[in-house]
């Protein structure tokens, strides 16, 4: 049987982009000369596209493509898939819930350990020969994450999974999102900056996109105080940045993990000289196996798709 034409929108895991192509007729839209003039003239040959959580796919290039019957995104935040456009061409949008839960909760608490401990710091410290030069016990006292209160926005697939692990920490949990989670054991909190208010350590993993842009802004971090830490492994939307670094600077918060960034992968200088922040490239999801079930998954739904007119995993 012939292949059926896909295209392909920004780079994949090579694993993925191979998968591909054994089952479809792969066109990469990045080796377009030009990418608009490219699906302008050639939009309407592809019945499929593959893309990812970064990269998306927009309402242009949507219409650009009158035949397209299915999107497969590889990740499980779909803020930069024109979801609307999908939706009023009944185009179905497959990505990958749940496949990352594991991942992205342990690079939340591996923020949370190394922002209150200044892991990063201290490993700088050591290999910069300062401990050599100052002697033992030289280096600054951190905090006490073992029993600390956690507070966690957006308790959904990936904030129900930190929760969890926090339990093993000893941690006291509560969590703030807009609607109360009814089989949740832990407290709802239904105003942000009270949580923050009370919180040691608050992660940040709601969904992106504008219903959640700047849900941290100056108010929640200074409701979240000097001796307390932001995580932050949703989206860099969700935070205000340029708010973060001034209360970072003035040391109205205490420090930050972030994984995630308004424009990545660029990252404000003045963060990069902050010695109370941890940065991590956007890796929370990025481990040899959950990222190979993710590819797997993009693969699955698009066949099943064809097969059968469904998905394994559709995003609403
Ligand atoms: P999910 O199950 O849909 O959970 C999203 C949570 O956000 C829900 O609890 C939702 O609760 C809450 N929320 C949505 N809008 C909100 C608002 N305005 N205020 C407060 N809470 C709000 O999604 P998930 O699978 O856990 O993933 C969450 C997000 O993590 C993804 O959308 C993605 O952006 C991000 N992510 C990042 C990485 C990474 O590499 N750093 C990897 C995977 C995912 P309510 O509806 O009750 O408000
Ligand atoms: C990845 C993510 O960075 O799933 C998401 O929403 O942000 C991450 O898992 C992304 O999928 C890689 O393209």
């Known amino acids: 049987m012939e292949k059926r034409p896909l295209l392909q929108i920004g780079n994949l895991l090579p694993a993925l982009e191979e998968g591909l192509r054994e089952r479809y007729a792969v066109t990469r839209l990045e080796n377009a000369a030009d990418p608009v003039v490219f699906l302008n003239a050639h939009g309407g040959e592809f019945v499929g596209v593959a893309t990812s959580a970064l990269v998306g796919i927009s309402a242009e290039q949507i219409a650009a493509m009158p035949n397209l019957q299915v999107i497969s995104c590889f990740g499980v935040g779909v803020d930069k898939i024109a979801m609307s456009a999908a939706r009023a061409r009944n185009i179905p949008v497959g990505y990958t819930p749940d496949i990352l839960n594991d991942c992205v909760a342990d690079t939340a608490i591996a923020l949370i350990l190394d ?30 994450v073992s029993g600390a209160r956690l507070g966690i926005v957006g308790l959904g697939r990936i904030g129900r999974t930190i929760a969890r692990r926090a339990l093993g920490f000893d941690m ?16 709802y909190e239904p105003s942000l900056p009270d949580l923050a208010r009370w919180a040691d350590f608050l992660v940040v993993i709601t969904a992106g996109g504008p219903g959640t842009r700047h849900l941290i802004n100056d108010e929640v971090l200074d409701a979240l105080g000097p001796r307390s830490f932001l995580i932050n492994v949703a989206r860099g939307s969700v935070v205000d940045e340029q708010a973060l670094i001034r209360a970072l600077i003035e040391k109205r918060i205490g420090g930050a993990g972030l994984d ?22 956007h890796i929370a999801s990025a481990t040899e196996e959950t990222r190979l079930a993710m590819a797997r998954r993009v693969i699955d739904n698009l066949d099943l798709f064809f097969a059968e007119g469904r998905l394994l995993s559709e995003a609403s």
């Open 172 to 187: 006291d949990i509560r969590y703030h999102a807009r609607h109360p989670v009814p089989d949740a054991p832990w407290d």
């Open 260 to 281: 995630v960034f308004e424009n990545e992968p660029f990252v404000p200088e003045t963060l990069l000289a902050l010695d109370n922040v941890v940065l991590l490239p």
């Open 115 to 144: 922002v209150a401990r200044a892991t990063p710091e201290a490993d700088r410290y050591v290999r910069s020969g300062l401990w050599a030069e100052r002697g033992p016990n030289s280096f600054h006292l951190g905090r006490k």
